[in-house]
């Protein structure tokens, strides 16, 4: 079972794990992005592509599913603009051992940062700025290829 | 041929719009001759475009690279490279 959302409201995190949990699986494994406080960054905006989003989130999940047999997988991201300490985005997967659920977990959230269209904006006290790509990224989406 | 264009992020803010409808000519083949073409259309689009290494593409909601023969798109965005998560 897939959810995937992309909405500019905050991410329930106990719901979320919840309803995962619900899928009767064995194990459960989440990831969450949070707004970071460094370098002066007083919020973050996150902007994307609405549809090709949603289907780029969804054909992630159906990828993980087929490779490590998952009962359940949720990805939610957040758009908008939030501040140091909300949430971003959460990803979670039940599966029926712990090693499925970690890797697949893993694995999604290498994998959203490199192939689902989203951007992010820095708020500055002085203004913005787009943020660049990492190169680590493109690495760790690649390790799994 | 009527293409939607859709634009994102700093592409977006240089090009002053998100979206617009545009009638390449036949030698427009693929996603860079398009990039090419728009560049002559307004300061705001030479702007944007004047890095092709820094932008990205989708031709109907699918990640292309810059060399994709545009076919029968009905949608193309360009865009900087992602940054989710």
Same mark, same amino acid.
């Given at each position: 079972?897939?959810?995937?959302?992309?909405?500019?409201?905050?991410?329930?995190? *106990?719901?979320?794990? %919840?309803?995962? =949990?619900?899928?009767?699986?064995? *194990?459960?494994?989440?990831f969450?992005?949070?707004? @970071? $406080?460094?370098? *002066?960054? =007083?919020?973050?905006?996150l902007?994307?592509?609405?549809?090709?989003?949603?289907?780029a989130?969804c054909a992630?999940?159906? %990828? %993980?599913?087929?490779?490590?047999?998952?009962? *359940?997988? $949720?990805?939610?991201?957040?758009?908008g603009?939030?501040?140091?300490?909300?949430?971003?985005?959460f990803?979670?997967?039940?599966?029926?051992?712990?090693?499925?659920?970690?890797?697949?977990?893993?694995?999604?959230?290498? @994998?959203?940062? $490199?192939?689902?269209?989203?951007?992010?904006? =820095?708020?500055?006290?002085?203004?913005?700025?787009?943020? =660049?790509?990492?190169?680590t990224?493109?690495?760790?989406?690649?390790h799994?290829? | 041929?009527?293409i939607?264009?859709?634009?994102?992020?700093?592409?977006?803010?240089?090009?002053?719009t998100?979206?617009e409808?545009v009638?390449?000519?036949?030698?427009?083949r693929?996603?860079?001759?398009?990039?090419?073409?728009?560049?002559?259309?307004?300061?705001?689009?030479?702007?944007?475009f004047?890095?092709?290494?820094r932008?990205?593409?989708?031709?109907?909601?699918?990640?292309?690279?810059?060399?994709?023969?545009?076919?029968?798109?009905?949608?193309?965005?360009?865009?900087?490279?992602?940054?989710?998560?």
């Amino acid at each position: 079972m897939i959810r995937v959302s992309v909405d500019a409201a905050p991410i329930e995190l *106990g719901v979320e794990v %919840a309803a995962l =949990e619900a899928r009767g699986a064995g *194990g459960v494994a989440t990831f969450t992005g949070v707004v @970071r $406080t460094d370098d *002066g960054v =007083e919020a973050l905006e996150l902007e994307h592509y609405p549809g090709m989003t949603e289907a780029a989130l969804c054909a992630l999940a159906e %990828a %993980a599913i087929d490779r490590w047999h998952l009962l *359940g997988v $949720t990805i939610v991201h957040r758009v908008g603009k939030m501040v140091a300490g909300e949430r971003i985005v959460f990803v979670g997967t039940a599966a029926a051992h712990r090693r499925e659920a970690l890797e697949a977990c893993a694995y999604l959230i290498d @994998r959203l940062k $490199t192939d689902a269209p989203f951007w992010k904006r =820095e708020w500055l006290a002085d203004g913005t700025r787009w943020v =660049e790509p990492r190169g680590t990224d493109a690495e760790a989406a690649s390790h799994w290829l | 041929m009527a293409i939607t264009m859709l634009y994102f992020a700093w592409v977006r803010e240089r090009i002053g719009t998100g979206e617009e409808r545009v009638a390449p000519p036949e030698a427009v083949r693929n996603v860079a001759d398009l990039i090419d073409w728009l560049s002559q259309q307004s300061d705001g689009h030479a702007a944007a475009f004047a890095e092709p290494a820094r932008l990205r593409a989708a031709i109907d909601q699918t990640f292309v690279p810059l060399d994709a023969l545009l076919g029968s798109a009905r949608e193309v965005a360009i865009f900087p490279p992602v940054t989710g998560g």
